[in-house]
């Protein structure tokens, strides 16, 4: 299964262990945010660590990738340890995933990178607030398009909401309240 026939379907959710031991648990769409899921090859190699620090500066410089607006999570099969030092060198801002098994790479139809010689290839992931994926990106020598890649998914994703809200803030506006008729409290029984 490739990655790209998972476009348009629910996300899988998966739980693995993050940088720092603790069991993580992601189940994209649940916390009603987009979600944006990215597997690199190997932690602390060149282009893995330039796209890692390419999303921290993100998430520290653009509104889009705030945590309380998209969630955002790194996923490679290196062990934990690896990934605690790796996350605490380069004070990455977000849940970095350890994979060893590739449990989480078959689910989302990840294979090799590199003609096979990288054990997961660089592929990120755009999960609307609802949980479906939207689109995919491969490029594992071109680490530097991913973040734009999700920068403009993230407008995208951002126009659409504020589509579907703008109707119905519009329908609330407009809703016309029925005229009650006046009763005078004060005027005297019918006799």
Same mark, same amino acid.
């Given at each position: 299964?490739?990655h790209?026939?998972?476009?348009?379907?629910p996300?899988?959710?998966?739980?693995?262990?993050?940088?720092?031991?603790?069991?993580?648990?992601?189940?994209?769409?649940?916390k009603?945010?987009?979600?944006?899921?990215?597997?690199?090859?190997?932690?602390?190699?060149?282009?893995?660590?330039?796209? %890692?620090?390419?999303?921290?500066?993100?998430?520290?410089?653009?509104?889009?990738?705030?945590?309380?607006?998209?969630?955002?999570?790194?996923?490679?099969?290196?062990?934990?340890?690896?990934?605690?030092?790796?996350?605490?060198?380069?004070?990455?801002?977000?849940?970095?995933?350890?994979?060893?098994?590739g449990? %989480?790479?078959?689910?989302?139809?990840?294979?090799?990178?590199?003609?096979?010689?990288a054990?997961?290839?660089?592929?990120?992931?755009?999960?609307?607030?609802?949980?479906?994926?939207?689109?995919?990106?491969?490029?594992?020598?071109?680490?530097?398009?991913?973040?734009?890649?999700v920068?403009?998914?993230?407008?995208?994703?951002?126009?659409?909401?504020?589509?579907?809200?703008?109707?119905?803030?519009?329908?609330?506006?407009?809703?016309?309240?029925?005229?009650?008729?006046?009763?005078?409290?004060?005027? %005297?029984?019918? %006799?």
């Open positions: 299964m490739s790209r026939t998972l476009i348009g379907k996300a899988p959710a998966i739980t693995l262990n993050n940088h720092d031991g603790e069991s993580f648990t992601l189940t994209p769409g649940g009603g945010l987009p979600t944006v899921v990215f597997f690199y090859p190997k932690a602390g190699s060149y282009g893995c660590t330039k796209e %890692a620090c390419q999303f921290r500066d993100a998430v520290s410089e653009k509104d889009l990738y705030k945590p309380e607006k998209v969630e955002l999570v790194g996923v490679s099969p290196d062990p934990v340890e690896k990934q605690k030092a790796f996350v605490a060198k380069n004070k990455l801002t977000y849940p970095v995933l350890s994979d060893p098994k449990e %989480a790479a078959k689910a989302y139809g990840v294979g090799k990178g590199l003609f096979g010689f054990d997961v290839a660089r592929v990120t992931f755009v999960i609307d607030d609802k949980g479906n994926i939207r689109d995919t990106l491969e490029g594992t020598l071109n680490y530097g398009a991913h973040s734009k890649f920068t403009k998914w993230l407008d995208k994703l951002k126009a659409e909401s504020e589509k579907e809200q703008a109707p119905a803030e519009t329908a609330a506006a407009t809703v016309e309240v029925p005229a009650v008729p006046a009763v005078d409290t004060l005027a %005297a029984p019918a %006799a």
